[in-house]
């Protein structure tokens, strides 16, 4: 079946910029997502982008897209103790649901 | 404010003992879901619904079952044939068929059976 795939944790430093990575195997994928989600609560969904689309930047976050590779990046710039969360890639059919694949998560933890 | 809530944020249970997971939304959303969270997984669909008196199993039905009979609500009963409950549960809504139309989730119940 179709899989998404991320790293499960990443640590950056207050400040500095964080880059969570996203692999995805659906061909047919029309927008890819990303959510956020803090400790002991839901997702929330931070961003997202349509699949012929390269790039989509929205304030401190830079979405990029390589469909060739089926790769998926989140950028945060500026990475605050707030940014601290689980960030979940998925994957959106066509179909006539929002039938989402989510990857497992990456655990950002930001340092001082 | 519209949104998702769901009830109760924790629930303990005796092995064999079939629960129900509350989740209403005031979203006037015809689609809602059911998602189980385990830990260094991602979300997995256990049913969806795209219209009221409608539903479909998802990726893992199995000890599951759901109702839909007001727009505004899905409960979730986790039954006694589901071989691992203890999982933290989420519930989400959305507008069918529109993929940039964002899921929303609930604040999700954390269910320990033991």
């Known amino acids: 079946g179709e899989d998404v795939e991320q790293s499960l944790f990443l640590s950056v430093r207050e400040g500095d910029s964080s880059v969570i990575n996203c692999t995805y195997t659906?061909?047919?994928?029309?927008?890819l997502y990303w959510y956020k989600q803090e400790p002991g609560a839901g997702l929330q969904l931070l961003t997202y982008i349509f699949s012929n689309m390269d790039m989509k930047q929205d304030q401190r976050l830079t979405v990029l897209l390589n469909k060739k590779d089926k790769h998926l990046s989140l950028r945060i710039a500026d990475t605050q103790t707030g940014d601290s969360a689980i960030y979940f890639c998925a994957d959106g059919s066509s179909g006539g649901y929002n039938k989402l694949i989510f990857g497992a998560g990456t655990r950002l933890a930001v340092h001082p | 404010d519209g949104g998702i809530t769901q009830s109760p944020k924790y629930l303990f249970r005796k092995e064999g003992q079939n629960v129900t997971l509350s989740c209403e939304q005031n979203?006037?959303?015809?689609?809602m879901y059911w998602y189980r969270q385990d830990p260094g997984q991602g979300l997995r669909l256990i049913y969806y619904?795209?219209?009221?008196?409608?539903?479909q199993k998802g990726d893992i039905a199995e000890g599951y079952s759901v109702s839909r009979e007001k727009k505004e609500s899905f409960p979730l009963t986790v039954t006694s044939a589901q071989k691992n409950p203890t999982a933290f549960y989420l519930c989400?809504?959305?507008?069918?068929?529109?993929?940039?139309?964002?899921?929303?989730f609930g604040n999700g119940t954390r269910l320990t059976v033991t």
């Open positions: 989400a809504s959305s507008i069918p068929g529109a993929p940039s139309s964002p899921l929303h």
């Open positions: 659906d061909s047919s994928s029309t927008y």
């Open positions: 979203l006037n959303h015809d689609a």
């Open positions: 619904s795209q219209i009221v008196n409608d539903f």
